[in-house]
């Protein structure tokens, strides 16, 4: 058994530029050895050992072949061996003893603390101490891989993979396995759970409901019949998609220039959670990554955040601005159905998610870290579902959710069931309203900076020595820090209003439209780059990252609104013929399905991959356009099978609902 994992050693290092003198190490370090192996481990091993050749079938060799090597690329901060998951996962080998699994682990290298001269010298070469902070920022890993026989469990695996690393590199440098990412093809290939067959039972029955649908749509129009059933036109992917790529001419009333802040919000959005989420996978060049994250263009895709505080203007301002237009038409508010729309609205296709989420997701791939899928997306659905579809997981759960990203949606809602009571209030006192909502921008923006202040949040997210856990779970993730841009959109929706309603328009010099455009680039620019050279030190400034994080939002949110306050009174130039371009009336009803399938996509292309990546401009870009017509494809089934239903579901309720109340009036 000894003299298989003496085997194993000097196949690991067979690459080494220093392999005799590194395998001479192995054989008197080996000799002097005592391994106290499982059982079962050991008698695997004598038949590893006696079925070693170097021929290219011996499931032994494959084995040995499988586990990682000394990589190049050290300098380069390469270590990231994850060996060959796919070959030790396929051996299968019919001995003595019964039938051999290859059994993959992949365990965390550790670095020990040591006082050693050589020791200080490699840590001052390879740079540890500042590399193991910012693996927690960019969840750049020490990795290495291990094939043994499945007989092996993981203590023996943590045995023999720390003699191998002791011989090969030093006591210096150990390895950790846990069960988790320990895996044989039986866990590869896991059975169907209930939940799954129902799943896509369900999946089934719907995409069968829209191909039936739209059938028989198609025979309605093509074969003289003038109507056809409602319900079917709903599920019908004909019509729908002629409602869904259809342009038409924007009236006076509308606000064109949104769907294009609203698009490109979206591509910004997934611009960085593909930088964020595919750095889950290890990287060979990681020294490089470092130095990209530390320059000030990375703060490009670091700011992209400020696209959820864009949506929260934008959508509380559509919703001030619609609710003054329909109390000046004299409709009717009914705030069950208020409530009943939006809720339906939201959840139709988010239930979808999460029902794949909790059942589907471990059988869509395999790799290394792929076990993390189950653990860090599956069961947080199946345990939180509910939470989730009641969009309270941002305060019950904020560390355990389900559909990690679906934070913005219970802000959204939470924010949304207060909507009813300003609106009213802005309706029939407009002006104690608007002063109470400028109150309110206040107040929230010092709440901001009392969390900040409390809790010594960093503001930077790329900053090296902040903490994001804490960011996120005292301030990112929750209403009453970022609700600000909320209540600047319902101001700014009103006023859009009132100078529609009245038919005014705002009566601005040239130049001073030029100097606020120019105020208003030059404030968003600040609020992207800002803070870079001055915020990201090791040495924590308090006064200056409480003021950025409790006002670099509700600035933002004010820029944005000069943006569409500016286009929808002819002041936007070019910029508002850009916004308003048709296109983005078709690729604006794409955004909430992209929004809620591309996270999870990327999750899922991240661990599958079985070799590390090679991070750069190029392919960060190629993965992101890859991402969004990915997600756009799968974005447009959800619709056909829930977006599109439910707004026909809808209507056929609220039809119902009003003949209920014209029948008690009768009577």
Known sequence: MQRAVLVLGLVITSASAYSTKVQQSIISSFHASQFSLTRNCQLQFNEFFSNFTMDQYSWALQMADATSKIPSGLLSLNFAEMGDFQQCVSIEASTKTGTILGKYCLGSLIVKETTSSDHQNMRGMFSFEKFGVISLVLSVKLLWALCLPDGCTTDDANLVGNFL???????????????????????????????????????????????????????????????????????????????????????????PCLNGVKCLSMVWVIYGHTFSISRVSPVTNAKYLMEWTDNWYSMIIHSASFSVDTFLTIGSALMSYGFMKAKCKNVRFNLFLYYLHRYLRLTAPFAIVVLVSATLLKYMGSGPQWPLVDQTLQQLCVNNWWVALLYIQNYVNDTDMCVGHSWYLSIDFQLYLISPFLLCALWKYPKACLSFLVLCVLWFVGVSFYVAWVYELHAILSSFYGNPKNYEKYYYYLTHTRCVPWFIGLILGYYIFKLKQDKLRLKLNKTLVWIIWAVCFGTMLTCVLGGHSTLRGEEYDRWGNAFYIALVRPVWSLAVSWVILACTNDYGGPVNWVLSLPIYQVLNRFTYSIYLTHVTLLYIISYDRKRPGYFSNFNLAYDFWGILWFSAGLSYLLILMTESPIIVIEEILIRSFDKKKHRKRDV
């Open 165 to 255: 690393l002791t011989n090969v590199v030093g006591e210096e440098v150990g390895v950790r396995f846990s069960d988790l990412l320990c895996q044989t093809v039986k866990e590869v290939n896991p059975p169907l759970t209930n939940g799954a067959i129902v799943t896509i039972a369900i999946l089934a029955l719907l995409l069968s409901t829209v191909l039936l649908s739209t059938l028989y749509d198609i025979f309605c129009i093509f074969y003289g019949h003038k109507s056809c059933p409602m319900l079917v036109k709903g599920f019908s992917a004909y019509t729908n998609s002629k409602k869904l790529f259809k342009m038409t001419t924007p009236t006076p009333d509308q606000l």
